[in-house]
């Protein structure tokens, strides 16, 4: 009876996965999912309870295999750099490279990143939300290694440039061959390393690159002063 449930439950997931990364959360309907899993309505509900624990569950299945990969190669990262902190490009391999191999190793892999790529436009679900209570360590894990890595940086501009960095890396996962666009059948002659290396070097240099102080506008002034009169 444990190996049905298991297997009904995964089943679930499957079909949940491939419509949500089809459609989006509000596109993807329960009934939809139900009849592409092969499942009864109750089953569902037996299992998740709801839509919104549906797509978490989605997410936790492969996110969680995927953190943990990241988290055995920045480990691997610090141990050979200590005392210093490791550089910038093993630590963005440590976070870049599972995702990558995730998504070139299957199918269900690829069809999870386009799914993730999706969720960070969802209206109707906050990745952000979602990840901060999951996943909330990890991220603070490399993030924290990035500003060790560059400590002639700012701390909001490293961040901010890792954000970027994770929006190349899902845009080339989820969008690869939109650089037809550029060129086409680009795509075609560029193999999944050497994209996954243009990747790394790009993301490398933004990160590493000089940071040049702007003076702020008037109108920026004054928003970041009224916010600091409403705080006190």
């Known amino acids: ?30 009934r939809a999912i139900v009849e592409d899993a092969r499942v009864n309505l109750a089953a569902v509900h037996y ?17 969680t295999v995927v953190n943990e990969a990241r988290l055995q ?26 995702t990558v191999e995730l998504a070139q190793r299957s199918e269900s892999g690829a ?13 109707k679900f906050s990745l952000t939300d979602f990840l901060g209570r999951k996943f909330g360590d990890m991220i603070e894990r490399f993030s924290n ?10 701390r909001e501009v490293v961040l901010w440039r890792a954000f970027f960095a994770i929006g190349a890396m899902h845009y ?24 996954t290396e243009y990747l790394l070097q790009f993301s490398v240099a933004g ?15 004054k928003s970041r002063t009224d916010h600091l009169r409403k705080q006190q």
């Open 172 to 195: 080339l996962l989820s969008s690869r061959h939109k650089i037809d666009l550029l060129e086409p059948g680009l795509r075609d002659s560029t193999t999944d390393s050497e994209m």
């Open 47 to 63: 299992h998740f309870k709801s839509k919104e624990a549906l797509l978490e569950a989605v997410l936790t299945r492969r996110i």
């Open 207 to 221: 990160m590493c690159a000089e940071h040049k102080k702007t003076n702020p506008t008037k109108k920026g002034a």
């Open 145 to 154: 290694a990035l500003i060790r890595a560059l400590p002639q940086l700012p």
């Open 1 to 30: 009876m444990t190996d049905i449930r298991t297997q009904t439950r995964e089943r679930i997931l499957d079909s949940a996965e491939r419509l949500f990364a089809d459609h989006g959360f509000e596109g993807a309907s329960i």
């Open 111 to 123: 069809t999870f990143v386009q799914l993730m790529s999706r969720m960070f436009t969802e209206p």
């Open 73 to 98: 190669r920045l480990d691997h990262a610090e141990a050979a750099a200590a005392p210093d902190p490791p550089s910038v490009e093993d630590i963005l391999r440590a976070f870049i490279i599972p």
